[in-house]
Every structure is written in structure tokens, then in C-alpha cells.
């Protein structure tokens, strides 16, 4: 028949697998050339096989689905086959009934569709995972067509904005952005598409009147023609950012009205800022530059110019320490005019703690300077004043002291002993005048002229340990001499005033009396000699951290009780006159047990003269 024989054409040169099968036996009849070559066997071994030798299911169920497939209920399956190399192929299986002669039968045409079932599997498994996260994931999510439909939008979204979620999926992109707040940022997917990617901030409008900020990002899927957008809630971010905005600005009001000039630099020294009290100092906005121009704008109180590795703030970059308390002259850019500021400076560091920057602090100290100008002028004033009428009063104890001579024996000796008092307080009074004339010549930039002269440095020593042993019995002072005599040249007066300056601190640090030893000696070095003088006592001693400091103006150690009375200029004024003659002065001390003050001097040719 020739429909007969195109039909076995059709078959056997058929690319896709065909079976004939008798539904009644399972047999198989006939099996094509692409059947062999799928299953892996040769069409005759196909031939002599029944369809549950490659049919993964059990013989009921695959005869109850032949069946089916006889009385066209049913005429695709979804199968399991094993193939000759027993890997097993998931397949559909389009089964017709055929006539063949008197015999009824099954003609099966075989798809393999294990890729297909893989990868609707994988899908299937990509869908409920993006499920997943869209249920689980702490951002909004719109899942959009590339037209801008809504495809799905999360639950999460649906707390975001305060609308049902159902309600968000009947919405157009237009209806979900008209709940943005007004002027905020909108999405655009003609972007999205064009760029691959769209980020922006915005806020949205909740029902109640409120504000969610948000971080919206969206992402076009070529693959599936969608974009997917995240909306994430920054709204306690915005808030932290809102704040430290806020704090931001109200620092820099107050760095702006600070009277002191505030300048910040970073590591290199370039000026990263710099507040309006700065830049009226420097007479420059020097923003943004390095250190060149305010070193050369920068003196020291005597004048000398400061390198660039010298300026306070370059120090403490370098050593990681603060400098308080630099006195030095700054001239301005624009005017020329020098101002005395007093300047403080500090590192800056990272957060790893490493120097990543400094600031200086600059005080214009100008009308401070100029009072310390009146009160020395005052000072200096008030004590010649009263080192008249005591030069009146030493003289007329003097006298009087020779007019006693002819007063009867017992009434004599009390007349002259109460006379010698009077003369020994209106030298002390005279000797601290002088301590308060060289003090303020001193301050004034003036330095003290000293009155030369040979003088026997012990005998000084021996007469002053008198003077000042009537002062206290509860001390025993004690001249231990290298040599009977010492002559040195210095001045006389002021080493007296310097050395009973040292005698008294030792007396008055020692409330609870005790010996205090007074040492000189000539000490020989390889190209000089000096006199030694040093005052020991066992009394407070000074703490250690108060050491550095003891010698500068009006400075007390932190131990001394109130009860005992002190300025803080005697030691300041000591070093003044000791290193006016040359020399040197030390302080070796331990808090509890006692102090030793070493003073050094150059041993010169006894002559007379002014230095």
C-alpha cells in the first residue's frame, strides 16, 4: 500500500527516536535508526526487547499507560528510560494508536528532555530561593517588566510604604513612585536599561504623614528582560548623617567665634583649615598651603627667626607630644605689624593612632604684654621708692649704734643688739628690693649689670650661715670650705642675695627643722676651673614631675602646704643671676627626703669691672 510504505519511509529515516510497541505484550516491533542510536542499542537488539527493559517503571504501571495510550486517553507521557549504557534519560513520549496489518499498536515518537528537566528543575529552584529572599530579605524589592510593569513587589515593601501588598501588585510604576514624597527622586527604566543600572536616594511618604529615606537601587536582567529594584531603609542613617551635619556646623560656629586663631594642617604641613581669628593674625587665608609662609612670619621673643622644623606644630608632628605655652612674635602678611601670641600645639591622629596631622592654637597676648609692660614699669617704680627710706633706716641704726657706745654696759649691749636686728631686716628688705628691680629689669628685656670684684666667696659664705642662723633654732646651718679662703670675681651683693635665697628656701621647706649644709670648693676641668657652692637639706623635697618646671616664674612645687608662704620668683630669679655671672645652676631632689640646689661658677682673674 503506498501509504504503508510512506509511512516506513517516515519511519526509519526519521531524526527523532520511534518505537513501534504492541501495547498487549509490551514488545517492541521495530525501532528506527535514531532510536538506536539514542538508546545505544542496534535496532534488531531494540526489536528483541520489551519496553520495561528501558522503561524505568514497573511492568503494571507501564502496561495501565500503554493502555491509555490505546484508548487515546492519554497520548503523551512523561517517562524514565535506561540506555544501554545505563544512564537514565528523562524523555516525553507522544504515543499513537496504528493499525499494522491485522495488529494493533503503539507507534512512540521519544524526546529527550533530561537538559529541559534540568533546567526547569533549576528554575523551579531559582524561583523559590528568589522567593525566599524576597519573603526574608530586609530591603524592599519591585520585580518590574522592561516596559515598567509591576511584576511582584516583596512584603517588606508593603510595611515600607503602609500599603497592602496585593494592593502594591495592582499598581502601575507611576502609582508605587506617586507615593514618593514631593521633589524626591524618581526612578526612570528608560535609564535602568540604557545604563544597566540606576542609584539614587529618595524618600517616601508613609499614610501616616511620616518620612522613610531610602537607597534605591535597580538592576535590568537582560535575560528575562526585567528590572529588579531594592529599596533599602536609611532612615537612621540620614538621621546620624542629619545630626552629625548639625553638630558639624554648630563646631564650626564655635570654631569661627573662638577668639583664639585655630589652625589644622596635615602630615605634609599644608593648611587644611583655619578659623577667621587665625586669618585676621596672619593677614592671610592661607588655606589650602604649606607652612612657608608663617615661619617666615614667626620670631622668637628676642627677635631670632624659627625654621620650619622648629615651629611648634612641625614638633609635635614630629614627636607626637603637645607644646604649651610658646611665646613668639608673629608679623602679619598684609600689615607688617608684629603681634605677641602665645601658641599652643598638638599631634592629630588616625584612627590607628598614627600622626596624621597637627593644629596650633594662637592667643594674641598684645594687651596682657602691654600690663606686664605697666606692672613691671609700677614695680620697678615701688621698689626704688622704698629702698630709700630703708637706706635711711640702716643708716640711722648705724649711727645710733655709735652713739650707744657710751651707754652703760648691760643697757649697751641690748641697745646695739636690737639696732643690729634693725640693720640685718633693712638688708634684707634692701637685698629683696634689689631681687624685685633685677626681676623686673629682667622682664623688661634688660640685662642685669653686674658689679665685678674680687671677693672671698667663703667669708661671704660664713656671714651670711649667721645671719640667717639667728633667724631659726630649729636648724642647724653648716659651712663645710674647701679652703680657708675662696676669692673669686663676681658681685658680691647679688651672689649674697642669691645664696640667702637658696639658705631660706632650705630653712622654710624644712618645717620640721634639721641640719642644712652649705659646701664650696674649686672644681678643676680640663681647660677651667669652677667654684662649687650647693645647699643640701632633709625637708619636703620636690616631686618629680615638678622638676622640669621649678625654675620658671612664679612657680610652686605641688607638694608645698598653703602655710607656707612663697611667690615662685626666688629660684627664677637665682638662675637669673647665677647665669648672668656664667655659671650654672641644679636641683637634685627626691619628694620626702631632702634637696641639694648645685650652683657652678667660672673662677676668673680677680678683677674689678661691670659685666
Same mark, same amino acid.
Given at each position: 500500500?503506498?501509504?504503508?510504505?510512506?509511512?516506513?519511509?517516515?519511519?526509519?529515516?526519521?531524526?527523532?527516536?520511534?518505537?513501534?510497541?504492541?501495547?498487549?505484550?509490551?514488545?517492541?516491533?521495530?525501532?528506527?535508526?535514531?532510536?538506536?542510536?539514542?538508546?545505544?542499542?542496534?535496532?534488531?537488539?531494540?526489536?528483541?526487547?520489551?519496553?520495561?527493559?528501558?522503561?524505568?517503571?514497573?511492568?503494571?504501571?507501564?502496561?495501565?499507560?500503554?493502555?491509555?495510550?490505546?484508548?487515546?486517553?492519554?497520548?503523551?507521557?512523561?517517562?524514565?528510560?535506561?540506555?544501554?549504557?545505563?544512564?537514565?534519560?528523562?524523555?516525553?513520549?507522544?504515543?499513537?494508536?496504528? +493499525?499494522?496489518?491485522?495488529?494493533?499498536?503503539?507507534?512512540?515518537?521519544?524526546?529527550?528532555? !533530561? !537538559?529541559?528537566?534540568?533546567?526547569?528543575?533549576?528554575?523551579?529552584?531559582?524561583?523559590?530561593?528568589?522567593?525566599? =529572599? $524576597?519573603?526574608?530579605?530586609?530591603?524592599?524589592?519591585?520585580?518590574? @517588566?522592561?516596559?515598567?510593569?509591576?511584576?511582584?513587589?516583596?512584603?517588606?515593601?508593603?510595611?515600607?510604604?503602609?500599603?497592602?501588598?496585593?494592593?502594591? =501588585?495592582?499598581?502601575?510604576?507611576?502609582?508605587?513612585?506617586?507615593?514618593?514624597?514631593?521633589?524626591?527622586?524618581?526612578?526612570?527604566?528608560?535609564?535602568?536599561?540604557?545604563?544597566?543600572?540606576?542609584?539614587?536616594?529618595?524618600?517616601?511618604?508613609?499614610?501616616?504623614?511620616?518620612?522613610?529615606?531610602?537607597?534605591?537601587?535597580?538592576?535590568?536582567?537582560?535575560?528575562? !528582560?526585567?528590572?529588579?529594584?531594592?529599596?533599602?531603609?536609611?532612615?537612621?542613617?540620614?538621621?546620624?548623617?542629619?545630626?552629625?551635619?548639625?553638630?558639624?556646623?554648630?563646631?564650626?560656629?564655635?570654631?569661627?567665634?573662638?577668639?583664639?586663631?585655630?589652625?589644622?594642617?596635615?602630615?605634609?604641613?599644608?593648611?587644611?583649615?583655619?578659623?577667621?581669628?587665625?586669618?585676621?593674625?596672619?593677614?592671610?587665608?592661607?588655606?589650602?598651603?604649606?607652612?612657608?609662609?608663617?615661619?617666615?612670619?614667626?620670631?622668637?621673643?628676642?627677635?631670632?627667626?624659627?625654621?620650619?622644623?622648629? =615651629?611648634?606644630?612641625?614638633?609635635?608632628?614630629?614627636?607626637?607630644?603637645?607644646?604649651?605655652?610658646?611665646?613668639?612674635?608673629?608679623?602679619? $602678611?598684609?600689615?607688617?605689624?608684629?603681634?605677641?601670641?602665645?601658641?599652643?600645639?598638638?599631634?592629630?591622629?588616625?584612627?590607628?593612632?598614627?600622626?596624621?596631622?597637627?593644629?596650633?592654637?594662637?592667643?594674641?597676648?598684645?594687651?596682657?604684654?602691654?600690663?606686664?609692660?605697666?606692672?613691671?614699669?609700677?614695680?620697678?617704680?615701688?621698689?626704688?621708692?622704698?629702698?630709700?627710706?630703708?637706706?635711711?633706716?640702716?643708716?640711722?641704726?648705724?649711727? $645710733?649704734?655709735?652713739?650707744?657706745?657710751?651707754?652703760?654696759?648691760?643697757?649697751?649691749?641690748?641697745?646695739?643688739?636690737?639696732?643690729?636686728?634693725?640693720?640685718?631686716?633693712?638688708?634684707?628688705?634692701?637685698?629683696?628690693?634689689?631681687?624685685?628691680?633685677?626681676?623686673?629689669?629682667?622682664?623688661?628685656?634688660?640685662?642685669?649689670?653686674?658689679?665685678?670684684?674680687? !671677693?672671698?666667696?667663703?667669708?661671704?659664705?660664713?656671714?651670711?650661715?649667721?645671719?640667717?642662723?639667728?633667724?631659726?633654732?630649729?636648724?642647724?646651718?653648716?659651712?663645710?670650705?674647701?679652703?680657708?679662703?675662696?676669692?673669686?670675681?663676681?658681685?658680691?651683693?647679688?651672689?649674697?642675695?642669691?645664696?640667702?635665697?637658696?639658705?631660706?628656701?632650705?630653712?622654710?621647706?624644712?618645717?620640721?627643722?634639721?641640719?642644712?649644709?652649705? @659646701?664650696?670648693?674649686?672644681?678643676?676641668?680640663?681647660?677651667?676651673?669652677?667654684?662649687?657652692?650647693?645647699?643640701?637639706?632633709?625637708?619636703?623635697?620636690?616631686?618629680?614631675?615638678?622638676?622640669?618646671?621649678?625654675?620658671?616664674?612664679?612657680?610652686?612645687?605641688?607638694?608645698?602646704?598653703?602655710?607656707?608662704?612663697?611667690?615662685?620668683?626666688?629660684?627664677?630669679?637665682?638662675?637669673?643671676?647665677?647665669?648672668?655671672?656664667?655659671?650654672?645652676? @641644679?636641683?637634685?631632689?627626691?619628694?620626702? +627626703?631632702?634637696?641639694?640646689?648645685? +650652683?657652678?661658677?667660672?673662677?676668673?682673674?680677680?678683677?674689678?669691672?661691670?659685666?
Amino acid at each position: 500500500m503506498p501509504e504503508a510504505a510512506a509511512y516506513q519511509a517516515f519511519f526509519h529515516e526519521s531524526l527523532s527516536p520511534m518505537l513501534i510497541i504492541d501495547p498487549d505484550t509490551g514488545q517492541i516491533v521495530d525501532a528506527n535508526a535514531a532510536a538506536a542510536g539514542f538508546y545505544g542499542y542496534t535496532a534488531e537488539e531494540l526489536a528483541a526487547m520489551g519496553i520495561t527493559d528501558i522503561n524505568c517503571l514497573d511492568a503494571a504501571a507501564v502496561a495501565e499507560e500503554m493502555q491509555r495510550a490505546r484508548r487515546r486517553h492519554t497520548n503523551c507521557f512523561r517517562f524514565r528510560h535506561r540506555l544501554a549504557s545505563g544512564a537514565i534519560r528523562d524523555v516525553d513520549v507522544y504515543s499513537s494508536p496504528i +493499525v499494522v496489518g491485522e495488529r494493533h499498536l503503539l507507534a512512540s515518537v521519544i524526546h529527550d528532555v !533530561t !537538559t529541559q528537566r534540568q533546567t526547569e528543575e533549576a528554575l523551579a529552584q531559582a524561583g523559590a530561593t528568589l522567593q525566599s =529572599l $524576597l519573603a526574608t530579605t530586609l530591603d524592599g524589592v519591585w520585580l518590574l @517588566s522592561a516596559d515598567g510593569r509591576v511584576l511582584d513587589v516583596n512584603e517588606r515593601y508593603a510595611v515600607m510604604s503602609s500599603h497592602p501588598r496585593q494592593a502594591l =501588585l495592582q499598581m502601575t510604576l507611576a502609582e508605587l513612585q506617586s507615593q514618593l514624597a514631593a521633589g524626591a527622586a524618581r526612578l526612570d527604566v528608560g535609564t535602568v536599561r540604557a545604563r544597566g543600572y540606576q542609584r539614587l536616594e529618595t524618600r517616601l511618604a508613609d499614610k501616616d504623614g511620616g518620612l522613610v529615606d531610602l537607597d534605591v537601587s535597580a538592576l535590568y536582567v537582560p535575560a528575562s !528582560t526585567s528590572v529588579v529594584v531594592f529599596l533599602r531603609d536609611i532612615t537612621a542613617r540620614k538621621g546620624s548623617e542629619r545630626r552629625l551635619a548639625a553638630e558639624h556646623g554648630r563646631l564650626q560656629q564655635i570654631i569661627e567665634a573662638l577668639p583664639e586663631g585655630l589652625v589644622l594642617y596635615d602630615r605634609a604641613g599644608t593648611r587644611v583649615g583655619l578659623n577667621a581669628a587665625a586669618k585676621a593674625l596672619l593677614g592671610a587665608d592661607l588655606l589650602g598651603q604649606m607652612l612657608e609662609p608663617e615661619y617666615r612670619a614667626a620670631r622668637r621673643l628676642d627677635g631670632t627667626h624659627y625654621t620650619r622644623d622648629e =615651629l611648634p606644630v612641625m614638633r609635635s608632628m614630629r614627636t607626637g607630644e603637645a607644646v604649651v605655652g610658646e611665646h613668639m612674635l608673629l608679623r602679619n $602678611l598684609t600689615t607688617g605689624v608684629q603681634t605677641p601670641v602665645l601658641l599652643n600645639s598638638a599631634p592629630l591622629r588616625a584612627p590607628d593612632g598614627t600622626t596624621d596631622g597637627g593644629m596650633a592654637v594662637l592667643q594674641d597676648i598684645s594687651a596682657l604684654v602691654a600690663l606686664e609692660r605697666q606692672r613691671d614699669r609700677m614695680l620697678a617704680t615701688v621698689a626704688h621708692d622704698l629702698r630709700n627710706p630703708l637706706t635711711s633706716i640702716a643708716g640711722m641704726s648705724q649711727l $645710733l649704734q655709735l652713739r650707744a657706745q657710751d651707754l652703760p654696759q648691760p643697757m649697751r649691749e641690748r641697745f646695739v643688739h636690737s639696732l643690729q636686728s634693725i640693720e640685718t631686716a633693712a638688708g634684707r628688705m634692701t637685698a629683696q628690693i634689689g631681687e624685685l628691680l633685677d626681676y623686673a629689669q629682667a622682664l623688661a628685656g634688660r640685662p642685669i649689670d653686674l658689679k665685678v670684684e674680687p !671677693t672671698d666667696v667663703v667669708a661671704l659664705l660664713e656671714r651670711i650661715l649667721v645671719e640667717h642662723q639667728h633667724s631659726t633654732d630649729r636648724h642647724a646651718l653648716e659651712l663645710r670650705a674647701g679652703a680657708a679662703s675662696i676669692v673669686a670675681a663676681v658681685d658680691a651683693r647679688r651672689l649674697e642675695r642669691a645664696i640667702a635665697n637658696l639658705l631660706v628656701n632650705a630653712i622654710k621647706y624644712s618645717p620640721q627643722g634639721g641640719p642644712i649644709v652649705v @659646701s664650696v670648693a674649686q672644681a678643676v676641668g680640663p681647660d677651667d676651673q669652677w667654684l662649687s657652692i650647693e645647699v643640701a637639706d632633709s625637708g619636703l623635697g620636690i616631686p618629680s614631675t615638678d622638676l622640669p618646671h621649678i625654675f620658671e616664674q612664679y612657680y610652686r612645687a605641688s607638694n608645698v602646704p598653703a602655710s607656707i608662704p612663697g611667690t615662685g620668683i626666688g629660684l627664677a630669679g637665682v638662675r637669673q643671676l647665677i647665669e648672668r655671672h656664667g655659671g650654672s645652676v @641644679s636641683i637634685d631632689s627626691t619628694e620626702g +627626703v631632702g634637696t641639694t640646689v648645685s +650652683v657652678r661658677l667660672p673662677l676668673r682673674e680677680a678683677a674689678g669691672g661691670v659685666m
